[in-house]
């Protein structure tokens, strides 16, 4: 199982979409690829693109997005006790912390955020 980082998400569905055909390689392998709320949320706040939306809403539905529930939270918490420099890394500790109790790996472009954390498996990108 996959959750996308914001950074992966972006670099699919937008600008010059470098991370799309790694993207579309994984889920023609049948790879079972996820969308935190957290993720849709910085997603969804940026520019975005009518076409870009439709894609994303094609590919991950929004209603489908992984909850950012009382566990993940407490799970977050845990992970800005043990992390040095947790603060302003909030967000991606969140969902970090998305990825653990889901057993995912992270796909992200932004590995230097995240490999500070414990028991997060990381992927480079999609």
């Known amino acids: ?27 023609e392998r049948g790879e079972r690829i996820l969308l935190p709320t957290l993720v849709l949320y910085e997603w969804l706040r940026g520019p975005r693109l009518p076409e870009e939306l439709a894609a994303q809403e094609a590919l991950f539905p929004s209603a489908r997005a992984v909850p950012f529930g009382p566990d993940e ?29 889901w057993d995912a790996e992270l796909w992200t472009l932004n590995v230097s955020d995240f490999d500070d954390i414990p028991d997060l498996r990381l992927s480079p990108h999609p």
Do not use: N, Q, W, Y
Request: hydrophobic letters at 50%.
């Open 1 to 27: 199982m996959i959750f996308l980082d914001t950074s992966a998400l972006i670099d699919s569905l937008s600008g010059p979409k470098r991370s799309a055909p790694a993207l579309r390689s994984a889920i």
């Open 73 to 101: 939270a407490a799970e977050a918490a845990r992970l800005c006790d043990r992390v040095p420099r947790s603060r302003g890394r909030e967000i991606d500790l969140a969902i970090a912390a998305c990825a653990i109790l």
